[in-house]
């Protein structure tokens, strides 16, 4: 997978290039001795004034229980944040070193951390860096030529670290067309949005609709001779959403072999047309299931009997690590697993338990971590992207924001603190140190007139959550059709540090599901959490739901929200 930077051989390839010496004639343990450490530095996106980057250390010599990474710039770059090191700076001179979590460097082990910096004129990758005051990237007696980053060889997969950098997105036509026949709705008609494949048939179109293929299709047309990312949904799983029957689907609990062979393997092969492989294909990975075999389980309060069923034959884990191998096997697709979002996971008896949920599926079925090139968080969901009036750490009159209702003890305020550390968490438990995050921002933007502007009333910690809270849901348990919603930040890619890209995965107006029982042949059930009179359940904590009157079934287009969207939109619309 091409996020796996193979650093040694990467500096073994810059010292026999150097040297003369063809690469196959040095064996490897002698090119170990001989180089102490390397240092891989990757500028990972830059701009007019600033950049971020990568770098990963590999120590062949003793093991070390702490480590600090030097080097010094030729220009005027400064770092102003970084993430998984302590990274101070005087003058020119930078050292980065271990945080707590993170000192053990075993003989042949990396560890990796990420900074972002500031500079003006050029952006001059240092000469040289030293690991505890020993040179990297060269011999022991400095024969291996001057010293200087590893430049990793190009992955032979092809694919980029991140699909969406110097790429366009595609632009559904079906969803565009309901967009723009929308007043207003040409504002954000050429959005990229993601394409659900949310049942067999939806794979050769659906109602004379466009299938897969022509969809494909339509992007190469759109790509030019440019780069392109397509965003396909996969979310088809034996008993799907099993907490939640307004998403139920077509499969039940025991047809993982149907799953296999009419859903997947179909997907697969038409992905794997040469025709297509000039595009960039990211795929979500089964929204909504996996966190529900940590959540909604017995013994807790939230269980459901269809988890319960899931969790104990285990096609979730099948379903989702089949679907990871077979299609991490195309070039040129990108595997995104789902990952809730903060109010779902982001409690501490949640958080490790549904990484590790993660590494079981991607682990099973013949898929490994390399055929995930990331996850998604936020999909369909409505979290804030990030709360500026209030902090995690914040007390008032002695109390934690933790302890307010609206926080309940959580860990997290918003979707981006949790993407990230949810990031780590994943690398720390054996996920590629490269893996990227995609945030949904398709609906939690939450602007218009009710957008606080400032901090709550400090009287309480509720009224100071409350008062400068940015999401205006009942509670952070309410999933369907939000009322007071908004279109949250425009796609894009690189916004923040670890996240690969803003998205809008699900298309806004598409409903979430129908606020009162319809029937229909789309195997779509009715959840009362779509219904406004509903009190709730131990899910929301027996709140109201929060939800749009008069919506449709999931996936259909509910023109109201559509409305109320623009109009709450933040950043607003021009």
């Not at 959540?295 to 990871?324: E, F, H, I, S, W």
């Not at 990030?386 to 007390?395: C, L, R």
């Not at 959580?410 to 550390?421: F, G, K, W």
């Amino acid at each position: 997978m091409n996020r796996t930077r193979t650093a040694l051989l990467a500096a073994l390839t810059l010292v026999a290039g150097a040297s003369g010496t063809a690469f196959a004639a040095l064996p490897a343990d002698s090119a170990v001795a001989a180089i102490p450490c390397t240092v891989d530095y990757k500028v990972q996106n830059q701009w007019s004034t600033g950049f971020t980057a990568a770098v990963t250390v590999t120590n062949n010599g003793a093991a070390k229980s702490g480590w600090q990474v030097k080097w010094s710039y030729a220009g005027n770059q400064k770092v102003t944040s970084a993430w998984n090191a302590r990274v101070t700076q005087s003058g020119a001179a930078v050292t980065a070193a271990n945080e707590g979590y993170n000192g053990q460097l075993a003989t042949g082990g990396s560890v990796s951390f990420g900074f972002q910096g500031s500079y003006s004129g050029t952006n001059a990758i240092p000469a040289t860096f030293t690991l505890d005051g020993v040179t990297c990237n060269v011999d022991d007696g400095g024969s291996g030529g001057p010293g200087g980053p590893t430049d990793p060889p190009p992955n032979p997969s092809g694919k980029a670290d991140n699909p969406y950098v110097g790429a366009k997105g595609y632009v559904n036509p079906e969803w565009s067309a309901k967009a723009a026949a929308e007043p207003g709705g040409s504002r954000i008609s050429n959005q990229p949005t993601g394409v659900w494949l949310d049942r067999i048939a939806a794979i050769n179109g659906v109602n004379g609709g466009m299938g897969l293929r022509d969809h494909l299709d339509e992007a190469l047309k759109q790509k030019g001779s440019g780069e392109l990312y397509i965003q396909l949904v996969i979310y088809n799983l034996p008993g799907r959403d099993c907490a939640a029957l307004a998403s139920n689907g077509e499969l039940g609990p025991t047809e993982i072999d149907r799953y296999k062979k009419e859903y997947i393997d179909p997907i697969a092969a038409i992905l794997a047309d040469p025709k297509y492989a000039g595009l960039r294909i990211v795929t979500t990975i089964e929204i909504d299931s996996l966190p529900n075999l940590v959540t909604n389980v017995t013994p807790r309060a939230t269980a459901t009997p269809n988890c319960d069923v899931m969790k104990a034959n285990g096609n979730y884990q099948k379903g989702v690590g089949y679907a990871l191998n077979k299609l991490g096997d195309i070039a040129n697709v990108y595997n995104y697993i789902d990952a809730g979002h903060h109010g779902w996971l982001g409690w501490d008896d949640n958080f490790g338990a549904s990484a590790d949920m993660f590494k079981t599926a991607a682990t099973t079925e013949g898929a490994t971590v390399a055929d995930v090139h990331g996850f998604i968080v936020n999909t369909a969901n409505y979290s804030a992207l990030k709360e500026d009036h209030f902090k995690i750490t914040d007390t008032v009159n002695g109390t934690s924001v933790r302890q307010s209702k609206w926080v309940d003890w959580n860990r997290y305020t918003d979707e981006l603190s949790y993407a990230q550390a949810m990031r780590d968490k994943l690398v720390s438990i054996g996920f590629d140190s490269k893996i990227g995050m995609l945030i949904d921002t398709s609906r939690n933007g939450w602007g218009g007139a009710k957008r606080p502007t400032g901090p709550g009333a400090t009287t309480s910690v509720d009224t100071y959550v409350d008062g400068g809270r940015y999401d205006r849901r009942i509670h952070l348990g309410n999933w369907c059709n939000q009322d007071g919603a908004g279109l949250g930040e425009r796609p894009r890619a690189n916004p923040e540090p670890g996240i690969d890209a803003y998205v809008w995965m699900k298309p806004p107006g598409e409903s979430d599901g129908a606020s009162k029982e319809i029937p229909n042949t789309e195997g779509k059930g009715f959840d009362r959490m779509c219904d406004p009179t509903y009190t709730g359940n131990p899910r929301n904590n027996n709140n109201r739901t929060g939800a749009l009157p008069d919506a449709p079934i999931s996936g259909h287009w509910f023109s109201a929200q559509f409305q109320q969207l623009m109009q709450n939109a933040y950043p607003p619309l021009p």
